[in-house]
């Protein structure tokens, strides 16, 4: 079974920072592309920073540049560094795997900034 636990949201003023992590178990770590993503306004999940390749991760223009996608295999961990953020930032933030062609998602962590 599928599990990804993020971690790492808070309340955080505009220009500052944070890290999330996002704890993978249930599946082959190594087949799958890791990534995160947002709620859209249509309240559809949308990925805005992903693997599509080892080592080549692919971001939305509204976060080139500000915020960075990692990966520990060894520790079966997708971290995301976010700086700069501002409050259109704000929202629930998804761990996001795609495994054999199938989307999963964890269950979300809060992000908010304030102005």
């Known amino acids: 079974q599928v599990q990804l636990l993020e971690s790492g949201g808070g309340l955080v003023q505009a220009g500052g920072s944070l890290r999330l992590s996002c704890a993978a178990s249930?599946?082959?770590?190594?087949?799958?592309?890791m990534g995160w993503g947002r709620q859209t306004p249509g309240n559809q999940r949308a990925t805005f920073a992903r693997f599509i390749a080892p080592l080549r991760p692919l971001y939305a223009d509204s976060v080139e540049g500000r915020f960075a996608i990692s990966i520990d295999n060894a520790r079966r961990m997708v971290y995301l560094q976010m700086n700069n953020l501002q409050p259109d930032d704000t929202g629930v933030y998804y761990c996001?795997?795609?495994?054999?062609?199938?989307?999963?998602w964890g269950q979300g962590t809060q992000v908010t900034v304030s102005s």
């Open positions: 249930g599946f082959v770590f190594s087949h799958a592309y």
């Open positions: 996001y795997a795609k495994l054999r062609g199938a989307d999963y």
